[in-house]
């Protein structure tokens, strides 16, 4: 009777022990990424006429341009990095780097449609993953374990826009963009790919780009409705995937909020320093007709802040290493509810 306490804290211990032991595994059981989307998640598929390839991107990691719209790490890195992975191999170095963890088909500046930049649109991208799988690329076991990450974020719109696209019918053209992106969810999954997560739409109206014509103070309010409206759709789509396919196999990750939150507590900890004003570009182009990256004869037509380790944004569009750091960090516990799992690491 005396040693009765000692079994049951033996007996607790264990328990603790095999409980952890086995989230652990069952975050480990996916082995294999594949994304699909644009900028905010391609790590190097975009021709070296890209800005990715340029300087000064790539100037946090890996020290040099690496076809990242980003001074280091995108989105994509960080959903790898918590699978326990390392980032799939973007699809044009297929031959010459590994596939073990999966393959990015993403390209900067595509989307679920045609848009400014000549490069494979969402149903494409999906055509070469659908390829490679008819050339036993990966069999039906390596997708059992596997992942699929879409990103849709805004690349429609800007083109519908610059084609002279008008706000009043912008409305119906959001509901075709995420009328096909849920047939493209449906598809991947179709092709077996267990979990689909596809990230909502970031605050539109707050990246530079369109904050700079209220002096990077605040923003654009008809962007962030476009947003809301997006996202609106967007869930009703996947919760509708997810009544046809079961609950876990379609995710939805809300990149709103998520931006939201990172941006204010960014502001709150940077409020008394140069970089203070969270939605002002650590690069930007000298001047309005320049861009990130943008070289004439042989002179720069950029200027880089101090350190973008304290930028929340590095171009016109894109967030620092910083800021999508602290975008997985809103992100991270609620990607681990979602396939109750438990957290890997991150960078």
């Known amino acids: 009777m005396d040693n009765q306490p000692h079994f049951i804290w033996l007996f607790l211990l264990l328990s603790v022990i095999t409980t952890a032991a086995g989230a652990y595994a069952h975050a480990n059981s996916f ?70 963890y999966g393959m990015n088909f993403a390209y900067g500046g595509t989307g679920v449609f045609d848009t400014l930049v000549a490069a494979p649109n969402m ?9 490679l799988l008819e050339e036993k690329i990966y069999t039906e076991d390596d997708l059992k374990s596997s992942i699929a990450l879409v990103s849709v974020s805004g690349n429609d719109y800007n083109a519908y826009i610059a ?78 995937l997810k009544l046809e396919n079961g609950e876990p196999e379609f995710v939805m990750l809300d990149m709103y909020n998520a931006f939201m939150s990172a941006m204010k507590k960014h502001e709150d900890e940077t409020g008394t320093s ?14 309005s007709e320049d861009s990130c990256g943008d070289v004439e004869n042989g002179e ?16 016109s569009f894109h967030p620092t290493q910083a800021g999508w750091h602290a975008i997985y960090s809103v992100l991270k516990s609620s990607i681990a509810n979602l396939f109750q799992t438990e957290l890997w690491g991150s960078f």
């Open 31 to 100: 082995t294999k990424l594949f994304v699909f989307g644009d900028s905010y998640v391609d790590t190097g598929n975009r021709n070296f006429t890209a800005s990715s390839w340029n300087e000064p991107y790539g100037i946090t990691y890996p020290g040099r341009p690496a076809g990242h719209f980003s001074d280091g790490h995108v989105f994509s890195e960080y959903i790898a990095s918590w699978m326990g992975i390392k980032s799939p191999t973007p699809y044009r170095f297929r031959k010459l780097r590994p596939t073990k």
């Open 123 to 131: 149903t494409i991208q999906i055509g070469l993953f659908e390829q």
């Open 163 to 240: 084609r002279g696209g008008s706000l009043l019918g912008l409305p119906a053209f959001i509901v075709s963009v995420v009328k096909q992106l849920g047939l493209d969810l449906q598809r991947i999954h179709d092709l077996g790919v267990p979990k689909v997560v596809v990230m909502g739409i970031q605050p539109l109206g707050c990246l530079p780009q369109f904050t700079k014509e209220y002096s990077y103070e605040k923003c654009n309010e008809t962007g962030n409705l476009a947003s809301l409206f997006h996202n609106l759709l967007l869930t009703a789509v996947v919760e509708e």
């Open 274 to 287: 140069e970089l203070k004003d969270t939605l002002r570009p650590c690069c930007a182009g000298i001047t």
């Open 300 to 315: 720069k037509k950029y200027n880089v802040c101090i350190d973008p380790k304290m930028a929340f944004f590095w171009d």
